[in-house]
């Protein structure tokens, strides 16, 4: 069966039919999804039950893979991040246990990685458990909001310089939540504004969660502009929703598109099985 490709928004975001990920995939097919990566930044394969080794295998074929950082609750040195609010039992973790408190950061708008001197290339999410309801993970695109800006506000824009930081990130949701050897391991690092993708050249924002500040800008005007850049790009025309089904895997697009996981009743299990692609390059 051919691969298939079908849009799912005017702007962004498609669905990936005739491949079964845990058989390998061709040369053929890997370039005609590569092809479609690149075009629509969000692919969606539906009815892909594999296993962890399966999918770092396909994840590779896109690249090396980063490792988790040490900050992360859940352990660091492994290529496969697990975000589950079940414990080694099995149980459902109380909402206001620090692993849950610091996941919430997940249902900010942002890019992964971005808190990096190279950012991450994708990430593709394997929804090994989800809710019956809820838990949805919303796409933005950052290319498409780009476009719509006029000529003279993307002028204004090119050359400009964010500082991202980690710490700022996860401080909106608690000051306390990271330790002092958590906050120097991820030290702040600066990224274009906007930036190209080295595929296709197509330019876009660069914003999200973890800008913290713009260089050579007064700290409030500058976030005042990160601001109203996220807010722009994340309106609803530029907005991808996607609703989990069970062995559901989607990939995105770091480099032009943000994501933010939505909330789900805490009595339901779910559990997402996430691999990075590492990037190629710093941005600033």
């Known amino acids: 069966m051919a691969v298939v490709v079908k849009r799912l928004t005017r702007h962004f975001a498609a669905e990936v039919s005739g491949v079964d990920l845990s058989a390998g995939v061709s040369d053929a097919d890997f370039g005609a ?24 295998a396909f994840s590779e074929r896109f690249g090396p893979l980063e490792t988790t950082v040490n900050s992360n609750p859940a352990g660091a040195g492994t290529v496969v ?23 919430t950061g997940n249902q900010m708008w942002h890019t992964d990685s971005s808190f990096k001197e190279v950012p991450a290339t994708g990430s593709l999410l394997s929804g090994r458990q989800v809710p019956p309801e809820g838990g949805e993970t919303e796409f933005a695109s950052m290319r498409a909001g780009y476009d719509a800006l006029p000529d003279e ?85 530029f907005v991808y929703r996607h609703q989990w089904r069970q062995f559901d895997l989607v990939m995105w697009d770091n480099r032009c598109a943000l994501h933010r996981g939505r909330p789900w009743d805490p009595i339901y299990p779910r559990v997402m099985h996430r691999t990075t692609v590492a990037g190629i390059g710093r941005t600033a």
């Open 33 to 56: 999804i590569q092809n479609a990566f690149d075009e629509h930044s969000i692919l969606v394969f539906r009815d892909q039950n594999i296993s962890d080794a399966e999918q770092v």
């Open 81 to 103: 991040t697990i975000l589950s609010n079940l414990d080694e039992a099995g149980d459902v973790i109380p909402p206001e246990d620090r692993r849950m408190v610091f996941n």
């Open 153 to 237: 506000r993307k002028e204004a824009l090119e050359g400009l310089v964010c500082v991202h930081d980690f710490a700022y990130s996860r401080g909106l949701i608690d000051p306390n939540l990271l330790r002092e050897r958590d906050k120097q391991e991820v030290p702040p690092v600066r990224q274009a504004l906007v930036r190209a993708n080295p595929a296709t050249g197509r330019k876009n924002l660069f914003v999200g969660a973890h800008a913290s500040y713009v260089l050579e800008m007064e700290l409030d005007e500058g976030r005042a502009l990160i601001r109203d850049l996220n807010q722009h790009v994340t309106q609803d025309e």
